[in-house]
């Protein structure tokens, strides 16, 4: 298959990830050819075969099952590299172990630092170049997190083969977006399957190359071709002003994250002068990929001979410096551990200002906030539940929030401990603040979107603790279940017509069982239920949580919250299921319609479920450690993470007690829920807010409010500020489109008289303007010269000979 | 001032003087006719030179062949206002004074140049030309062909002009073909007559005309602008002649 | 006295030489701007004769370059006047004061 692949089975990974990019690049080479012959398909010939060949005026399908079955090859890729990961006893035995290439892409830097030059040493001939790399870096974190990926993408392509069944169609109306001229007129369009199925690939290819990628720079790159793909699939339905303005909602919070996360990779390409991670870490941490402890130093002097430093032990105050060890593995280890004060080759170790460090791992981390739609930047996510249902799955379970939490989780060897405690707190805060506006949202979507933020705070959380495995193996069966509850979501939507109101819904047990009974266990799972895949993450998490709390309790709100937020998570996804399947129909008529979907939706649902409830199985059963998931991934956890041992430790002494802490927490939001939705039928009325809280919660903590205040408005303020020191006013706008400006000068003026004068008109503009009057004059001038009249080119070549001439028997003769 | 300058001097004056009248003579004819004194003259000064064979060119070539070329096109063109264009007197004026500065400043440059020349050498005879045309050079037979001692001919190069003279015969069947290209007779469409005519935009915006019958005030209104408007009106005398 | 000879001979070349080029600027007549150009042509002829007889290197060249700028004057002026031609079949007119745009 690929020359040398046993060799080299990452490149396994590399195929399995170009996969989907050929999909989508076949997907728009057809559908540019479409459009190019489109206009000839009347004259017939080649031109028509082709349009007909690509599927007409109707969408073509089999550009989604090329897809599909781009998608089905990586997926079994996938679980091939997983299985052969996991069989490969070298690489998998050992931490850190891994299958990785890479080569140079870009050289900027020189092979050959002026070591040689200085004389000290011949240090600098090893020294590698500043280069931009490319590679791959498979380990057991990639392995997992690829075949979740590639396994719920899966499930979600073929989902979406009957979610969409509509943009099958060639003419689709959308009774949500206005006409652009004629209101109250649904906008007609041509179907977009392939379209769908484009971005659809495309997003998979970035999340998947995001994955393997083993630099900064590369996963820059996918980042933020996630970031557009989300851009392109919230705002799918274009024409609806709601879901363009949330695909751009998503799309500008997400660049305020990824300034902060270009910001650090500019920090770690200046101070550390590579992007491979590894490299990173060892610079940072000392050999064996980053294993050792910070060294937090206080220069005394740096001269071309070397570096003085002091070793500083704790975090006192003059350590302003982080020690960075060798770019290159041959230097010899000079460095001293126990002594005070020592003395290393300049071109061996340099230092980096311990503020700049912190900077670096506060800029990564915003990016994940911006990317995994953490508090302050969390309300595009709930907006972004305009793009169609199976995109909201993809981007809460599998693609887009997941490469927040897989950064901070790959990234974890470079954060500062503040940042750890940023981390958390942060997690914590979003976890507990998107719970509670959950509760009283009635929007199926919105619930589960609000769910995706909470919990992606708890992950958060739990890596801002050292809960690394905890964190992770959270975001695997979260995409499990987050896909399954969004799948399912999107089941009831398509059968109810698009309603996704649950004060319309209510009682739909009977009608679609299948898609009742799989969300049930999606429900069981996110809410922490024993022994469904939610269950052993959770009780991970929460045991890290409560280890804090008996080793640090001043950080109270880091246990609190998290117990809050499971309760209310118990709470709100029950009452949730409990509103849109038990009890009676709220909406008669359009309860008579609905029937169970087609096997095409059920079947991934199905897929799902099992995933959910056995996808962290390991034995025991009981046993929340012996997760073979969580087995799996704790090879790859970085060994850094023994800095957070003493939170750990005591997270395992009172296992026990954390256990039944959270199954009592989950039992109580799951009984609050039953008794106020499950035993009485519950009105529409019943599910409004009325309360002075409740209406705080329904419009979420007036956060959009906020920023529209904060940000928005003086933005667009000062924008038309600008915009008018620089355009003219309408009035004079509609008297130049009145009279066209002629060259009559005269007429000019007075229409310049007439007008106030601009801001612009003698600063930029103006000299602009006189700049262009200039040339044109010039030109004008010239043009006379060239007026093709023979003779007097002619005579213009005899005057210029008796000057050159004379010039000549002047200065020659 | 010996018998030979004052030859020189009445031919160089008819030289020159013809070569005047070419330039102030209005006339196209006239000018034909003073450009042929000039170039007779300019054949008299090669003979007086001792460049017989090329006054014989010159004679044969110029006046027998280019003149009589431009007598043809003077013939064929020069009809109506074509005979006298006039030049307005401004120009005459601008063009009078940088041909007598250019004149200065030539008689200052040919006065340093004249400076380097000798006397008493003569000229190469017919068959050296002839051989050097054909490869040959002179060095050999230097003195059987000019009479003069090969030594008095120092430090030349062994010159041969083959490859010009092939240069030049080429270029000439070039020329000879392009000048047949682009002289033959091509009748524009405004230029067509009888059943043509039907074809031509003077006829669309009449259609009730015969064809062949076009009156001067259509044609005025016709959009042709590349037509003269001052040539006559009838449609026979602004048929230009064929070539 | 010869190089007052050979001053006179270039006098004279230079003379033709400007009568040329002021034909060239005057003359409307695209018949007339073809005289200044043998004018000119001639001019340089003159020249290279006087050359040829006065200066010791160039005793053949002069005469054989004359014979070549005799030729090429020709063919020049048989395609000038086709042009000529030409122009005046597609414009009725030889005046080149009126040939100022460069398409056909």
């Known amino acids: 298959m690929i020359p040398g692949w046993e060799a080299t089975p990452g490149r396994l990974y590399v195929l399995a990830t170009a996969i989907p990019l050929v999909v989508t690049l076949l997907l728009a080479l057809a559908g540019m050819l479409r459009g190019w012959v489109r206009p000839l398909r009347a004259r017939g010939g080649v031109a028509q075969t082709l349009y007909w060949v690509l599927g007409g005026d109707v969408p073509l399908r089999a550009g989604a099952y090329l897809a599909v079955a781009g998608m089905t090859l990586t997926a079994l890729l996938s679980l091939l590299g997983l299985t052969l990961f996991l069989t490969q006893t070298a690489t998998a035995d050992s931490a850190g172990g891994c299958w990785a290439e890479r080569i140079d892409w870009v050289r900027v830097g020189p092979m050959v630092a002026p070591g040689d030059a200085l004389g000290t040493e011949n240090v600098a001939a090893a020294l590698p170049a500043l280069a931009l790399q490319v590679g791959y870096r498979i380990d057991a974190l990639t392995a997992v997190l690829f075949a979740m990926v590639a396994v719920v993408s899966l499930c979600i392509f073929v989902f979406a083969l009957g979610y969409m069944d509509e943009e099958t169609q060639a003419v689709v109306e959308d009774h949500e977006a206005q006409h652009q001229y004629h209101r109250h007129t649904p906008v007609r369009r041509r179907g977009r399957f392939g379209r769908f199925y484009l971005f659809l690939s495309l997003f998979c290819f970035a999340m998947l190359h995001l994955l393997i990628a083993d630099n900064l720079f590369q996963i820059f790159v996918s980042w933020e071709l996630v970031g557009v793909c989300s851009f392109w699939l919230i705002g799918f339905y274009q024409e609806r002003p709601s879901a363009s303005q949330a695909a751009n909602k998503a799309f500008i919070m997400n660049r305020v994250g990824d300034a902060g996360f270009l910001i650090g990779i500019a920090i770690a390409w200046s101070h550390l002068g590579t992007l491979n991670l590894d490299e990173i870490f060892r610079r940072l941490r000392g050999a064996e990929g980053g294993a050792g402890e910070i060294r937090r130093v206080q220069v005394l002097s740096t001269s071309e001979a070397g570096l003085e430093y002091v070793v500083v032990t704790g975090n006192d105050w003059p350590a302003q410096h982080v020690l960075l060890h060798p770019l290159t593995e041959q230097k010899r280890e000079v460095f001293r551990d126990a002594t005070e004060s020592a003395t290393a080759n300049l071109h061996d170790y340099t230092v980096m200002p311990y503020w700049l460090w912190l900077v670096m791992g506060l800029g990564i981390f915003l990016g994940c906030v911006g990317k995994s739609a953490q508090w302050p930047l969390h309300t595009w996510l709930p907006d972004a539940m305009e793009g169609p249902t199976p995109v909201s799955a993809l981007i809460h379970a599998a693609t887009m929030v997941a490469a927040g939490v897989y950064l901070v989780g790959r990234c974890f060897p470079l954060f500062a401990p503040e940042v750890f405690l940023t981390i958390a707190y942060v997690g914590a805060i979003t976890a507990f603040l998107a719970a509670t506006i959950a509760l009283v949202q009635t929007d199926i979507k919105r619930i589960l979107a609000y769910s995706t933020c909470s919990q992606l705070g708890l992950m958060f959380l739990a890596l801002g603790l050292g809960g690394w495995t905890a964190g992770l193996l959270h975001l695997v069966t979260h995409a499990f279940f987050k896909a399954l509850l969004f799948l399912g979501a999107g089941s009831v939507i398509h059968a109810c017509g698009h309603v996704q109101d649950i004060t319309r819904l209510g009682g739909l047990y009977r009608k679609m069982p299948i898609t009742a009974l799989t969300m049930l266990v999606g429900v069981l799972a996110i809410a922490g239920f024993p022994f469904l895949s939610g269950w052993y993450s959770k009780e991970r998490i929460l045991s890290q949580v409560m280890g804090l709390g008996l080793y640090q309790p001043e950080h109270i709100l880091l246990w609190l919250l998290p117990l809050l937020t499971t309760i209310m998570t118990s709470y709100y996804m029950f009452r949730l299921w409990l509103t849109v399947f038990t009890g009676p129909p709220r909406d008669k008529q359009l309860h008579d319609q609905v029937h169970e979907s087609p096997a095409v939706m059920t079947v991934p649902l199905l897929v799902l479920a099992v995933l959910s409830g056995a996808g962290a199985w390991g034995w025991p059963l009981w046993e929340v450690e012996a997760s073979w998931l969580g087995q799996v991934l704790e090879k790859a956890q970085p060994a850094m993470v023994r800095e957070f041992a003493a939170i750990t430790e005591r997270g395992h002494q009172y296992h026990t007690w954390t256990g039944i802490v959270a199954l009592a927490c989950t039992l109580v939001g799951a009984a609050a829920a039953y008794l106020w939705f499950g035993r009485t039928p519950v009105t529409a009325e019943q599910l409004q807010v009325r309360t002075l809280v409740g209406r705080f919660l329904w419009q979420k903590w007036y956060f959009d409010e906020a920023y529209e205040a904060i940000w928005v408005r003086p933005t667009v303020r000062l924008a038309s500020g600008i915009a008018a020191a620089d355009k003219r006013s309408t009035t004079v706008e509609a008297g130049i489109a009145a009279h066209p400006p002629s060259p009559d000068r005269s007429e000019e003026t007075t229409a310049e008289e007439a007008t106030p004068p601009r801001f612009d008109w003698g600063t930029l503009d103006g000299w602009l303007n006189s700049l262009g009057d200039a040339a044109a004059s010039g030109g004008a001038a010239v043009q006379q010269w060239q007026s093709g009249r023979l003779r007097l080119y002619v005579l213009t070549l005899a005057l210029t000979v008796v000057v050159l001439l004379a010039m000549l028997v002047v200065l020659a003769g | ?243 | 006295m010869g190089e007052m000879g050979y001053y006179a001979v270039l006098l004279l070349g230079a003379w033709l030489f400007v009568c040329g080029v002021t034909c060239l600027a005057l003359k409307r007549n695209a018949l007339g701007v073809l005289m200044g150009v043998e004018l000119v042509l001639n001019a340089a002829n003159v020249n290279l004769v006087a050359a040829a007889r006065y200066t010791p290197a160039f005793r053949l060249e002069g005469q054989i370059f004359a014979l070549l700028v005799i030729v090429l004057a020709a063919a020049e002026a048989a395609v000038a006047l086709a042009i000529m031609l030409h122009y005046y079949n597609t414009y009725a007119t030889v005046d080149v004061d009126k040939a100022q745009q460069l398409r056909g």
Request: zero cysteines.
């Open chain 2, 1 to 243: 001032m010996t018998l030979s300058d004052v030859l020189f001097i009445v031919v160089a004056a008819v030289a020159a003087v013809s070569a005047l009248g070419v330039v102030v003579s209005r006339h196209i004819v006239h000018m034909a006719v003073w450009l042929l004194f000039t170039l007779v003259g300019v054949s008299l000064v090669y003979f007086w030179l001792g460049a017989e064979f090329l006054g014989a060119a010159q004679l044969i070539v110029y006046v027998g062949g280019t003149l009589v070329l431009l007598v043809f096109g003077v013939m064929l063109t020069a009809q109506g206002p074509f005979r006298e264009l006039r030049t307005p007197p401004v120009e005459w004026i601008i063009g009078g004074v940088t041909a007598a500065l250019l004149l200065l400043l030539l008689a200052v440059v040919t006065w340093q140049v004249a400076q380097g020349g000798t006397t008493g050498q003569q000229p190469p005879g017919v068959a050296a030309i002839g051989l050097g045309l054909l490869g040959v050079h002179e060095t050999v037979s230097e003195t059987t062909l000019s009479g003069l001692p090969a030594g008095n001919v120092v430090g030349r190069t062994p010159v041969a002009y083959l490859l010009p003279f092939e240069i030049i015969s080429v270029h000439l069947l070039v020329v000879l073909i392009g000048a047949a290209y682009l002289a033959r007779a091509r009748r524009p469409a405004a230029f067509r007559t009888g059943s043509d005519t039907a074809t031509t935009p003077l006829e669309t915006s009449s259609p009730d005309l015969t064809p062949g019958s076009v009156q001067p005030a259509v044609v005025v209104s016709a959009p042709t602008p590349a037509l003269p408007t001052d040539s006559s009106s009838s449609e026979e005398s602004r048929q230009p002649p064929q070539f």
